[in-house]
Each structure stands twice: as C-alpha cells, then as structure tokens.
C-alpha cells in the first residue's frame, strides 16, 4: 500500500472520530478518552504493518492491547458505592453513608408521617423534637441529625430542656436483623466482616472524635449482637 494511501486512511479515521466526539455525551467521551491511548498505538501498529516493518508494528499491537487489559482490570477494580447503615426507632428511620458520614431519614410516626427530614426546615424539626419527647432514642436520633445538619441549633436551646436534651439510648434489645442493617452487612456476614464494619464506622462515629455517641452506642450493641454466638 503506498504512503498516500495510509494518509488518506488515517485522515479518515480522524474525521470519524472528530464526528463521534461531537455527538458523544460526557460518559461517551470519558471512555473514548481512556481508549484513546491504547487506539492510537495500535493504529500506529497497523500502519507499520502495512509499510512492511512486521517487527515494529506487532510489538505496538501487543502494547496497545496490554495497555488495554491494564486499563480494564483497573475499571473493574475501582472501588463500589459506599455502603449504608440502617438505624431505625419508633418514630425515625435513619440512614449512614458509611463513606461521607452524613445522615438523611423519614419520619416514621407523627405529625410529620412519611416526610424526609431533609424537606423539614429547623423550626419543623425542632418541633418534631418537641413531639418525641416520650421517645428518648428517636429523640437523640433526631439531635444527631440537627447536630450534623445544623451545627449551631443547640444555641437557641430552651433553659427548661425542651430543646437539645441529651438523653440515653434505650434498653430494649436489638434483633439480629437490626444489628446487620445498623452495620450495613447482608444478613449471615461471617465474624470478620461484622469487625470490620464496625471499625470503619466506629472510627468516624466515635464521642471522642466528634462523633455521635447515640450511633456509636448503636453501633457497639450490633456488633455485640452478631458476636454473641462467636464468645
């Protein structure tokens, strides 16, 4: 094949990929980009291969593709969503991204029934916080969620405890289901797994760290519960 021909060829080329380009959307052009690497090579293969130099043109060929198998095992590596805890008391259903450590729930009971706690404003919120005051752990589950939501909503707390109390966890006994959802393990995780969520989540939970000490004491009972039977 003479030289003109490869040019005119690789002009070709170009035009079709300038076309594609043009009618990709972001995702599209991301990947095109991570294949652009590989493509060229092996095209520059090709074209040696055409100009009769075998030895060089192969071993861009094989480059072109251990540079793709390189890139592909390492798409297939990257690391999936975070997972989620699951807290849940009579009047709340809480969520934990396990990655960002933020909060989001729905009201369980209440005047507020079925709403996200994300649509409530602060006034709305505290006055769910007035509604719960003989639910003492949806209560603290709420404060955990203003705390984080609105770091300074404690400074308008009332003298006579009505806003901002802080009260203990309650005593009723967590199931194993519940323990699996506070951890964000599928339920039957072997011993290691239940460890190893309850260290992830306990180093950003903890008191001590700025945490939240009614998820932390949560997150002790689930690992406590799915232990239970490894003592």
Request: aromatic content about 4%; some cysteine; charged content about 20%.
């Amino acid at each position: 094949m003479s030289i003109f021909a490869i040019i005119a060829a690789v002009l070709l080329v170009c035009a079709v990929l300038v076309a594609g380009f043009q009618r990709a959307n972001a995702a599209q052009l991301a990947n095109a980009l991570r294949l652009a690497g590989p493509l060229a090579i092996g095209f520059a293969g090709v074209v040696f291969l055409l100009l009769g130099k075998a030895a060089v043109g192969g071993g861009l060929i094989s480059a072109a593709l251990a540079w793709y198998a390189a890139a592909k095992r390492k798409r297939s590596a990257t690391k999936s969503p975070g997972r989620q805890s699951t807290v849940r008391t009579a009047a709340l259903e809480m969520e934990l991204d396990h990655d960002s450590g933020a909060l989001s729930g729905i009201v369980l009971a209440g005047r507020q029934e079925g709403k996200s706690l994300a649509l409530l404003g602060l006034a709305e919120l505290k006055a769910l916080l007035l509604e719960l005051s003989g639910d003492p752990e949806s209560r603290q589950l709420l404060e955990t969620y203003l705390d984080g939501r609105f770091p300074v909503w404690r400074e308008d707390a009332k003298p006579d405890g009505h806003d901002g109390q802080r009260v203990a966890p309650g005593s009723g006994a967590m199931t194993k289901e519940e323990a699996y959802k506070v951890l964000g393990l599928e339920a039957g995780a072997a011993a290691a797994d239940v460890r190893k969520a309850h260290r992830r989540l306990i180093q950003r939970l903890h008191p001590d760290l700025g945490g939240s000490s009614f998820l932390a004491a949560r997150i002790n009972e689930a690992k406590d519960v799915l232990l239970s039977d490894h003592h």
